[in-house]
């Protein structure tokens, strides 16, 4: 499963992902932690992000590109993989498709966390709070004026990605507002129906493609024999109707898709989840 998470800085994406790699079994790629990791070990790439990361600002496009890429190569990654923090940019995720498509990947889905930006403050403090509470060193980015700066970030150049992500039908906007637990529940039932359909998808095709050889054989035996060898053609194309039928059928079952888990729909958006009371903290 190839996956990535969306949404602001304090939305929980870290906590989700975590809880998807226990459940998975696949690797979260989090450019973030990979970059504070380099900035920890002094890095020529950890240099380059240490001040633009402490400010709030985004660390160049072909820094973080070439991070992913190589990262993507790693064993580890061969069963599938969360992105969290990136693509935070749209050429970043043009750079993803291509990236992907080189290396002959697919992406299953794209998870927003849809959160109320009044509260990221208060779950930023949280997640401040709890790392002094386990007595590790707060993140230099997580205070009020960085967060400001971070979430116009978000929003300028990160929130254009639900769009671009929605056209492509890959968008599922999960309530990030509910507690963890009902967060976790509420992505697990998205991609179980995305997979779901997905494998339909993949049932309908290959029936397809069967009845494709089986009329293109029957077609060659008739034709075997007669004038014109041309003809044994003419009926794969009529027999090869079923398939050009099922691919049209495999966009409106890749809309279906999205449609599944969703509890309101809006301009090929998909919102899931339930408003609850419960209030969600970052990791
Ligand atoms: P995060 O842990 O995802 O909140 O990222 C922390 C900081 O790392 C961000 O504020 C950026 O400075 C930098 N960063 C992480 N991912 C990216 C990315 N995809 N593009 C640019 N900068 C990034």
Redesign the pocket.
């Known amino acids: 499963m190839r996956l990535i998470l969306l949404g602001p ?1 304090g939305a929980g ?2 906590t989700q992902a975590g809880r998807l790699v226990e459940r998975h079994g696949i690797v979260q790629l ?4 990979m ?2 990791a380099a900035v920890a070990a002094g890095t020529p790439i950890g240099l380059k ?1 240490k001040d ?2 402490a400010a ?6 072909e ?2 590109i070439g991070i992913i890429s190589d990262r993507i190569d790693q064993d580890d990654a061969a069963q599938g993989f969360i992105l ?6 749209v050429p ?1 995720a043009e750079a993803l498709d291509r990236l992907l498509k080189d290396k002959g990947f697919d992406l299953d889905a794209v998870v927003e966390l849809k959160v109320n930006e009044g509260a990221l403050l208060d779950r930023v403090e949280t997640r401040v709070a709890e790392m002094r509470a386990r007595g590790e060193e707060p ?1 230099a ?1 997580d205070n009020a004026e ?1 967060l400001a700066k ?1 979430l116009s ?1 978000y929003r300028a150049q990160t929130e254009p990605l639900v769009d671009y992500y929605s056209e492509k039908r890959k968008l599922l906007t999960v309530d990030g507002m509910m507690t963890i637990d009902e967060v976790t529940r509420e992505i697990g039932r998205v991609l179980e129906a995305v997979r779901a359909a997905d494998a339909k998808k993949g049932t309908k095709a290959s029936r397809a493609k069967r009845t494709v050889k089986t009329g293109a054989k029957k077609a060659a035996t008739k034709a075997k024999g007669s004038k014109a060898a041309s003809k044994a053609k003419a009926p794969k194309k009529v027999a090869a109707k079923p398939a050009a039928k099922s691919g049209a059928k495999s966009d409106s079952a890749k809309k279906a898709s999205a449609k599944k888990p969703s509890a309101k729909k809006s301009s090929g958006k998909q919102t899931v989840g339930k408003k609850a009371s419960g209030k969600a903290t970052v990791a």
């Open positions: 800085p994406k870290g989090s450019t973030g932690d970059l504070r992000a633009i990361m709030g600002g985004l660390v160049p496009d820094v973080v969290d923090g990136f693509p935070r940019t970043q993140r980015d960085a971070r970030a």
